[in-house]
């Protein structure tokens, strides 16, 4: 079967660790996991809120309708994945913190070959360019133009350049396809660091390009920068001013202050941007359990607790919120510009890559966390436009509970104490499991909410955060 680059990189030496974990088992949740699980009373403030959001949009001449914009991607994070973790974690009639916006739509997830023709299933990378520029690539591809190879300004460098605080958080590399799709432009998504360059000859700074995406992201100088990477920053520079330095180093040099987990990250100053590397690529998983098997595994309940995880890792609700913190206190009083922010959720797709459902199901619900505190956030200033979507679909498949599926399958006793069958068919044993070419959810809370009824283009995000922040 031959590999689009969708997966290159993404997945060195997890399944070990996973699986040593599955053999913690019977865990039980906390019972806190339903704490952001509102009914239809919620549902009802939310829709008020969004259109008090459109209210104050309208009502303030010459200012853009946003202060602020916090978009969240769930990578490959589709209705299947959304489901099996609302049935897992709150209950099939419970709700996730992402399901009380009021205000949703679908968008299309699709991508183009070099001559513009729809190639019907995207990878990360050029599903980041499209929202991240609105404008559809190839796969594999950062932020630069099918056939042309041409870079394309993305929301980061626009905000930024309209006098926005920018921020982007994630729990893969921050050189991973996602956050670079905000800082960088490459032909391909595996040219992370300066050793990475195989498949990006004209970016190389030799050939007169901007370099790598580390290199692209130190100089594109994000505010606030959390995730994963250490070892893409690790990597020397090979050409241009800083050559013979470690792009850490450069960063340094740029004013960046590097934090390595969660008290760095809390004591970090406000003056001065924030990199934040807290593991060599990915940040380890939240949950741990028994991956799919062909003929299905024994009723599983997850762990909720990775030993694999060091105690001083952030969640991606805490970056979230110090991300928050930091670019609160960089907004420009005089104008009243606040901030871009970023957040992905990137584990969601690598352990549904490895039919791993208890991770997956960890990660969603530790998004489903980050949501809930930009929610608050935008409660408490409701000049903040709050975007909840994936990149893609991915492989998962909800089946009756006395199915035989042909392909991986396993059963998770949920919270609730139901019985529930997930599927993944997509690759057979020992392969990884595909993205999927579905459309997906999209929601959204505060001014211009709106935006994001119906069936929309997936580039079409891109207008939605200019026009929400005055952005030309
Ligand atoms: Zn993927």
């Known amino acids: 079967m031959s590999r689009t680059p969708t997966h290159r990189g993404r997945h060195r030496g997890r399944r070990g660790a996973a699986v040593a974990a599955a053999l913690l088992v019977l865990v039980t949740l906390p019972a806190a996991s339903t704490a952001d699980g509102p009914g239809a009373a919620h549902r009802d403030r939310a829709a008020a809120d969004d259109a008090r959001g459109r209210t104050a949009a309208q009502t303030v001449p010459g ?32 709700r996730l913190a992402l399901d009380t916006l009021a205000t949703t739509g679908r968008r299309t997830t699709f991508s183009v070959d070099e001559r513009g023709r729809p190639v019907y299933v995207t990878d990360s990378a050029a599903g980041a360019t499209a929202w991240a520029t609105g404008r559809r690539t190839v796969n594999g591809r950062v932020s630069k133009t099918p056939g042309t190879n041409r870079p394309l300004p993305t929301l980061l460098e626009k905000a930024r350049r309209h006098g926005y605080a920018t921020g982007s958080v994630t729990t893969a590399s921050v050189a991973d396809a996602t956050p670079a799709a905000l800082t960088a432009h490459v032909t391909d998504r595996s040219c992370k660091g300066p050793a990475d360059m195989a498949e990006c000859p004209a970016d190389t700074r030799a050939a007169g390009g901007a370099g790598s995406v580390v290199e692209q992201t130190v100089a594109a100088r994000p505010d606030v920068l959390l995730g994963g990477g250490a070892d893409h920053f690790a990597q020397t520079v090979r050409d241009g001013p800083y050559r013979g330095r470690t792009v850490l180093e450069q960063a340094r040099a740029a004013g960046y202050q590097v934090v390595r987990d969660r008290a760095e990250l809390t004591a970090a100053r406000t003056d001065r941007p924030v990199l934040g590397l807290f593991a060599p690529d990915y940040l380890p998983v939240e949950w741990t359990g028994t991956p799919a098997a062909p003929g299905g595994t024994a009723p599983q309940r997850c762990a909720v607790h990775n030993p694999a995880r060091p105690a001083g890792t952030p969640t991606l609700a805490e970056s979230t919120r110090a991300a928050l913190d930091q670019l609160t206190a960089r907004r420009d009083r005089a104008t009243g510009k606040g901030f871009f922010l970023q957040v992905e959720g990137a584990s969601i797709d690598d352990r549904a890559h490895e039919a791993d459902p208890c991770g997956q199901i960890g990660e969603t619900v530790a998004f489903d966390r980050a949501v809930a505190v930009a929610l608050a956030y935008a409660g408490r200033h409701p000049r903040t436009l709050v975007i909840v979507t994936a990149d893609h679909g991915h492989a998962t498949q909800i089946l009756p509970e006395d199915a035989r599926p042909p392909g991986l399958s396993s059963t998770l006793v949920t919270d609730e104490g139901g019985r529930m069958l997930l599927g993944y068919a997509t690759a057979g044993s020992g392969g990884t499991q595909e993205h999927t070419g579905v459309t997906v959810p999209v929601a959204a809370r505060g001014p211009l909410a709106h935006r994001v009824l119906g069936l929309r283009e997936n580039t079409e995000l891109f207008g939605t955060v200019c026009a929400a922040l005055g952005l030309r």
């Open 63 to 94: 200012r853009a309708p946003a202060d602020n914009v916090i978009l969240l991607i769930g990578d490959g994070m589709g209705d299947a994945e959304i489901t099996a973790a609302r049935d897992y974690s709150v209950g099939a009639a419970g």
